[in-house]
């Protein structure tokens, strides 16, 4: 297509709306969705379910979405561009993403609880982008809601005028029809040059065993058409299009994308990392100039380590890492070995429920059995001859004599809170190494408190405490606040005197006694009673600072000795004595595998 000829037709772009629904965890995104889905006639009733968009079985179970999704509705002659994305803090970079194919977002907020942290984050989120923000108060139907006071609370935090604020029922569909009506009339269309190089941007990518990778694309200059040769500017790798279609929310095929569309690419890819989020798409034979700003990668915050139950299993589960990053770019692993748990890998997640969920998919998915060490986080260490590097588990950690000094990942945390609980909040951030940054009240009844504290300390049980002290009114957000030096210690277990890697940890100095004894007498229930003593020691930098023993088992050797002589009885004792010394010197612990689960079992 030369400069001169004009375009092929595609969607009227004053008439095309792009937005996504953002809000914290259960506040109502996914039953939105289908209440718009269902208003637009986009779902039939006969086939209409809850959670419509959510695909996979586990958001299902646990009624969170994990993946963002994108659907096309039409609604009083406009095209509306709808992503639906996760609440939860482990998936805001799904958000991030998301957002930037869009020129507005429905920020959703629960009429009965008000503001919470991730609406904070989102809304920030989306004024960075800076996108136009339609304000709604959700679940005005429960006895609870509290509408006047939340729009009040939203308009002194975010400064949108409450009379301006939709009030909506999501279960009841309620106020669902003037919200189509504001979207049309308050999100801004598109501004794309039709007949500008072609510039597009793939936010989101997953991987079809049959066609290969599909990607989610914005168009934001010139058209992309079916059938064109096209080139990734990240990878400089060429392909034609193959298939272009559009979310109606069954896959549609249609000839082409025009400027401000949405729709999916698919190019015969089968390498995931050849369409990555965040890569430009232009054609080959006329190349936009420059790619279209992408998305940071997303950084692990925590690490562990992932081991087949058996060890044959090893190369399956490589095969089943390999897969899953392809609908999850954000998982990273490089292969490491265990003397305890043979051969694994290493992994990185955006936090613990992004862990859990990865090895439930890997278990359920790929039919694995697997066992997860004790989760911690990437540590850097600075070492006496100038040089660095970094520590994603305690094995890799130097020798004491070595390190000049180790920092540790620091977070800013911010918590929405119950005014009455603020003493019991901040009590908890204080024995949690915490730094209180600023402190914040949003109306009588809220605060808002911002913390920096050590990602250590957050990523464990940080959420299960702050909710049980705040009866489960808090919700907490974090972002990287960097390095931080700090006095850490490597502690290792010991059994009958031989170090376990599987339960060594990296923790303050502190905390040190505290885990060591915390391990130590779990170990003591888990371990089965040995022929011999079984001590099992924690260390910590060459000193032993707890200790519990495993009795051994004793057959009764004096049970024929009835009266007569002391001196035989002891004679009998000693050389029992001395056969259970000389059997712990060649004796070998044997630990159960399912020890090992428990012992490292999360949210012990």
């Avoid at 799904?94 to 984050?121: F, H, K, N, P």
């Avoid at 989610?216 to 392909?239: E, I, P, S």
């Avoid at 390999?322 to 936090?351: H, N, V, W, Y």
């Amino acid at each position: 297509m030369t400069d001169a000829t004009p375009p092929p037709a595609t969607t009227d772009q004053a008439s095309i709306r792009n937005l996504s629904v953002v809000a914290h965890i259960d506040h109502g995104k996914s039953t939105l969705s289908d209440r718009i889905l269902e208003l637009t006639g986009a779902v039939s009733p006969r086939d209409m379910r809850d959670q419509y968009l959510d695909s996979m079985d586990i958001e299902r179970e646990r009624g969170i979405t994990i993946k963002a999704q994108n659907v096309r509705v039409r609604w009083k002659g406009h095209t509306v561009h709808l992503i639906d994305t996760p609440g939860h803090v482990d998936f805001s970079y799904e958000v991030s993403r998301s957002l930037a194919a869009c020129e507005g977002v429905v920020l959703l907020v629960d009429a009965a609880q008000g503001i919470e942290a991730q609406t904070l984050a989102h809304a920030y989120l989306a004024l960075e982008h800076d996108l136009e923000i339609v304000a709604v108060l959700n679940k005005i139907d429960l006895p609870a809601a509290d509408p006047e006071r939340c729009a009040a609370e939203i308009e002194a935090v975010l400064g949108v005028p409450a009379s301006q604020i939709l009030r909506v029922s999501a279960k009841t569909g309620e106020g669902v029809p003037e919200l189509l009506d504001a979207i049309c009339a308050r999100i801004p269309p598109p501004h794309g040059d039709p007949l500008a190089p072609l510039q597009a941007l793939i936010f989101d990518s997953y991987y079809d065993q049959y066609r290969g990778v599909i990607s989610a694309v914005r168009v934001m200059n010139g058209v992309l058409a079916a059938g064109a040769k096209l080139r990734f500017m990240q990878t400089g790798r060429t392909h034609e299009a193959e298939e272009l279609g559009v979310r109606l929310p069954v896959p549609t095929e249609v000839p082409l994308l025009g400027p401000g569309e949405v729709g999916y690419l698919i190019a015969g890819i089968k390498d995931v990392g050849e369409a990555r989020s965040g890569e430009t798409v232009t054609e080959a034979a006329r190349p936009a100039e420059e790619p279209l700003a992408g998305y940071q990668e997303p950084k692990p915050m925590v690490y562990c380590g992932l081991y087949p139950t058996d060890g044959d299993e090893f190369e399956s589960l490589r095969d089943s890492l390999e897969k899953l990053r392809l609908s999850d770019s954000s998982i990273s692993f490089a292969p490491e070995t265990s003397a305890a748990l043979g051969f694994g890998f290493r992994c990185g997640f955006l936090g613990l429920l992004h862990m859990d969920i990865v090895r439930e998919r890997l278990e359920r998915e790929f039919d694995l059995s697997l066992i997860a060490t004790a989760p911690s986080v990437e540590y850097l260490a600075r070492l006496t001859d100038g040089s660095s590097a970094w520590l994603h588990s305690p094995a890799e950690m130097p020798p004491p004599q070595k390190i000049d000094v180790i920092e540790e990942p620091f977070v800013q945390a911010t918590m929405l809170l119950p005014t009455e609980t603020t003493g019991t909040v901040m009590d908890l951030c204080q024995s949690r190494r915490g730094e209180m940054l600023r402190m914040e009240y949003l109306s009588p009844e809220r605060v808002e408190l911002v913390y920096k504290l050590p990602l250590s300390e957050v990523v464990m049980d940080f959420f299960d405490a702050l909710k049980s002290r705040t009866r489960g009114y808090a919700s907490l957000d974090y972002e990287p606040a960097g390095f931080v030096p700090g006095d850490l210690v490597k502690i290792e277990i010991l059994l009958n005197s031989v170090p376990v890697d599987a339960f060594s940890a990296i923790v303050h100095r502190s905390d040190a006694v505290e885990y060591g004894r915390r391990m130590t007498e779990k170990l003591r229930e888990l371990i089965p009673r040995q022929l011999f003593d079984v001590p099992i020691q924690a260390a910590a930098g060459g000193r032993v600072i707890a200790r519990e023993t495993v009795k051994a088992k004793r057959k009764d050797v004096l049970a024929k000795c009835y009266g007569g002589d002391i001196t035989r009885k002891r004679k009998l004792l000693e050389k029992q004595k001395e056969g259970k010394r000389r059997m712990k010197n060649i004796g070998r612990v044997e630990v159960p595998q399912d020890a090992f689960i428990k012992a490292l079992r999360l949210g012990d």
